[in-house]
């Protein structure tokens, strides 16, 4: 069962699952639902949902100025190799893997957009020397 969930708008679904199938299989995601045409879930380990979709209305997807998907990443590792993905596959750079002590001492994450412009964040929460 979905815990919940965000979804980000495709006007490419091809582009955008050759993007989020290796980022989303970085941080132990997996893919929960594929309807053909329409949208892909991807299951992380606690149970929230990332939907990669059309849009409903049929307008093109736009990302939002402000909006930020959050991830969970397990490790400081998975950050840096969904970080990576994200480069590989079409993505662009928005914040380097690294300590972000802004948001708490124990905070390291990583940010990217997606071949639309959705930013994402990949996060994780460990103890930093």
């Known amino acids: 069962m ?3 969930y965000i979804t980000v708008g495709s006007n490419d679904l091809i582009k955008s699952f050759a993007f989020y199938d290796p980022v989303m299989a970085a ?3 997996k893919v929960a639902g594929d309807f053909e045409g329409m949208t892909r879930s991807y299951a992380l380990p606690d149970g929230f949902q990332l939907w990669v979709t059309k849009t409903q209305n049929g307008e093109p997807a736009e990302p939002g100025n402000g909006h930020t998907a959050g991830l969970h990443a397990g490790s400081i590792e998975a950050v840096q190799a969904a970080h990576a993905a ?10 380097a893997p690294g300590p972000r002590p802004m948001y708490g001492p124990d ?8 071949p639309d412009g959705n930013k994402l964040a990949f996060m994780t929460f460990v103890k930093q020397d």
């Open 107 to 114: 905070v390291y994450g990583a940010y990217a957009r997606d």
């Open 86 to 95: 994200a480069l590989s596959n079409g993505g662009t750079d928005e914040g």
């Open 2 to 4: 979905t815990k919940c």
């Open 27 to 29: 941080i132990g995601a």
